[in-house]
């Protein structure tokens, strides 16, 4: 976890150096988020949050072909219990804030500005789970899309996923419950300005 902060901090500072090359943006983006793991029971019954809609703001500065910026995600998510592709869902039990620093590199462009980013880093999620809140450190990593929509404005398609320890703590997990990595694989359009 250091190293990928000090890389994110080193490639921050060698490319501000770079002035003329670097442009803020700012972003917000809604997106549809689907989770896997936190806990299982003997049975094969699963427990976790239950597809969330999502809002996140991210600030970036792009540095020729790499951008470094942070987002923070925001979803209000109900609890599932599923086996056998029949769940259970009680609303409205959690909610989750994530803080996630990243840095995204130019992969590909193509049309009339069109560009597609790999981007990956750390992941800070802040769990409310029935007002027991809850602290997981995660890695993040996804694949970007964007487009110019006129102006400074930009559209854009982002596919993420995130691992990270379980939503459980370990004093909550009854007998014959397993606690697992929570997994989550999410997607979100959203709306750019470069500043």
């Known amino acids: 976890m250091r190293r ?10 060698a490319a501000t150096a770079r002035a003329g090359a670097a442009q803020w943006g700012l972003s917000v983006d809604v997106g549809a988020a689907r989770f896997a793991g936190t806990a299982r029971d003997t049975s094969g019954a699963s427990l976790g949050p239950y597809r969330p809609t999502t809002f996140s703001v991210r600030v970036d500065r792009e540095l020729g072909p790499i951008r470094v910026g942070v987002g923070v995600m925001y979803a209000r998510t109900g609890l599932a219990g599923e086996q056998d592709r029949v769940a259970v869902v009680f609303y409205d039990r ?38 027991v ?14 487009w110019p929509l006129g ?13 990270s320890g379980s939503v459980m703590n370990r004093d ?20 750019g300005y470069r500043l």
């Open 4 to 13: 990928l902060i000090g890389l994110l901090g080193s490639v921050a500072l």
């Open 151 to 163: 102006g400074r404005f930009t559209g854009s398609f982002h596919a993420t996923g995130v691992l």
């Open 94 to 131: 959690a909610s989750l804030v994530e803080v996630a620093p990243a840095i995204a590199i130019r992969v590909a462009c193509f049309g009339a500005g069109v560009v597609t980013r790999v981007e990956a880093g750390p992941a800070l999620d802040l769990w409310d789970v029935d007002d």
């Open 133 to 146: 809140t809850r602290t997981r450190v995660g890695a993040r990593g996804g694949l970007g899309l964007e």
């Open 172 to 191: 909550e997990a009854p007998a014959g419950v397993e606690r697992r990595a929570t997994r989550r694989g999410s997607v979100s359009i959203g709306l």
